[in-house]
């Protein structure tokens, strides 16, 4: 890394203030030549900069030295006015002085290249920029602390500890060391199983925090999901008519419920049809309502029971709607709420609902050792990994160290400390510019 970079860290367009950031070893050169040399470091100074006689702006201007910066190279800030004119003078003084554009995430690569964060951190700073709600900033504030690495890194340690006392058996047969040592690992590989297996247990739990938990209105035609969908996203986000099938296909809205980002999906009615259209509605809403985590099960006053029935969990909840013109006790052996759009009846219980589950759901004790898939993938890789040398301790130890470091490898992936080169650029490639 031996140019410098620089981008703009605030959004572009027409504002009170752009801030163009910049890193790199000639960081203190390029200030220099706009005319802001000799820096206090991290004292906002006020100077008139300007490229060969030509005045861009007058700002502050901010110098980070190195090591003890963002990137922990020499780094500065522009403060500049929002102009598109002042951004693209500066910008164009800053290419002529030899610096680039940065590309998306180059920011945060270099600080983790730097070693001032690690990569499970370095996502945290693209999901906390990404936070909608306030679920998911703590949850990112949470990462980028180091808590989700302080549990791989336990993980790990237990894994390290199994693995040094299989293979001193291994290596140091002539010594002096107990007899059975590597069998005295099974303990600790129990306990790490168990542990693994709580971790995979609540992965659900941080990805839907960070990507959205997923309701899913399921029912016969003309039973309300429409109207009921409209309620909860509070506009007219669905078309509601009297005719059966006017749902085709499925539509999403985002919204916030509890402080938790909530993808609510309103399908087509499930019945057999001939039309191909409506047919393929169907097949649509009964593959979302298979993916969903909780689904609402919508019923008018007076439906049979139907096909929707075939898709509902333990745990998802009956909606009985039109509440205003049929007041029927609902079922003895499953959970409802009598809803009425019409009137607003129960909409506020029903929202309530929604939101203790999502709290039950998604919130916990344990910081989630699972907030993306590729963490997933690599607890999943652990724990396999581990379990086949656990399987392998009681019969031949030394294949039981070959699977212990496969799951330490794994392990140590989710952090990048080691393997981080064939995941850099899916990482990375999520990130704004400026970061």
Request: glycine share 10%; aromatic share 4%.
């Amino acid at each position: 890394m031996t140019d410098t970079i620089f981008a703009l860290a605030t959004p572009p367009g027409r504002g009170a203030i752009a801030i163009l950031r910049l890193t790199g070893p000639a960081t203190d050169a390029a200030l220099a030549a706009l005319g802001a040399p000799d820096l206090k470091p991290r004292y906002a100074s006020l100077r008139t900069l300007s490229h060969e006689g030509r005045r861009i702006d007058e700002g502050l201007v901010l110098r980070f030295p190195g090591p003890n910066s963002y990137t922990g190279e020499d780094s500065a800030e522009l403060h500049l006015h929002g102009g598109r004119a002042v951004v693209e003078a500066a910008s164009a003084a800053l290419i002529a002085l030899g610096l680039r554009p940065a590309d998306p995430g180059e920011f945060t690569r270099r600080a983790f290249e730097n070693g001032r964060m690690d990569l499970a951190q370095a996502e945290a700073v693209a999901d906390l920029i990404d936070a909608e709600t306030a679920a998911q900033a703590s949850q990112a504030l949470g990462q980028l602390d180091g808590r989700l690495s302080e549990s791989y890194s336990g993980f790990r340690r237990d894994l390290l500890r199994a693995l040094a006392l299989i293979e001193a058996e291994i290596d140091f047969p002539d010594e002096e060391v107990p007899d059975n040592l590597a069998r005295t690992a099974g303990p600790l590989l129990d306990g790490l199983i168990a542990d693994l297996e709580g971790a995979l247990a609540g992965a659900h739990r941080g990805e839907r925090v960070r990507e959205g938990y997923r309701i899913v209105l399921i029912g016969e035609t003309n039973a309300g999901k429409s109207s009921l969908f409209n309620a909860l996203v509070a506009r007219e986000a669905a078309i509601v008519t009297p005719i059966p099938g006017t749902t085709r296909d499925v539509l999403d809205a985002d919204l916030v419920i509890g402080g938790y980002a909530v993808t609510l999906s309103d399908t087509a009615g499930l019945r057999d049809s001939d039309d191909p259209v409506e047919a393929e509605g169907v097949r649509r809403a009964r593959a979302r309502a298979e993916q969903a985590d909780l689904r609402l099960w919508v019923r008018a006053p007076g439906d049979p029971e139907g096909v929707a029935a075939e898709y509902v969990r333990p745990g998802d909840l009956l909606v009985l709607t039109k509440a205003d013109l049929d007041h029927a006790a609902p079922p003895p052996d499953r959970e409802a709420i009598s809803v009425s759009t019409a009137t607003g009846e129960g909409l506020a219980t029903l929202h309530d609902w929604i939101a203790a589950r999502l709290a039950r759901d998604l919130s916990g004790a344990d910081f989630p050792a699972v907030t993306r898939e590729r963490h997933r993938r690599r607890l999943e890789e652990a724990w396999a990994a581990v379990r086949a040398g656990r399987r392998a301790l009681d019969l031949a130890p030394e294949m039981a160290g070959d699977d212990l470091r496969r799951a330490a490898d794994a392990l140590a992936r989710v952090t990048g400390a080691i393997g981080v080169e064939d995941i850099l650029g899916e990482v990375f490639a999520s990130f704004c510019i400026g970061k």
